[in-house]
């Protein structure tokens, strides 16, 4: 949306970026709807939207770390470790 990348330049790669994105994105809401209302299948559903999150905080930050953009980079070092804490607090119960 920001044009930072064409569409041009990998296309496929994109399209696919992006439709991870949105799935993680979705199935994270979904399943901290569930939790919130205590249903059974959040309690599935969350260690998966979680570990798509995982996945994608570790992976995201080489587009930053490639750029020499640390300060980026360490954020998205934050979120691996808030993101680590969630699955295991998710885990205790």
Do not use: C
């Amino acid at each position: 949306m920001t044009n930072q990348v064409s569409a041009d330049q990998k296309p496929w790669a994109i399209s696919f970026h992006i439709t991870g994105e949105f799935t993680t994105a979705i199935l994270l809401i979904a399943a901290a709807v569930g939790l919130w209302l205590d249903d059974q299948w959040a309690k599935i559903l969350a260690p998966i939207a979680l570990g798509m999150l995982l996945y994608t905080v570790i992976v995201s930050p080489g587009y930053y770390a490639q750029l020499n953009n640390l300060p980026m980079v360490g954020v998205f070092l934050i979120l691996v470790i808030l993101t680590v804490i969630a699955i295991m607090t998710l885990f205790k119960y």
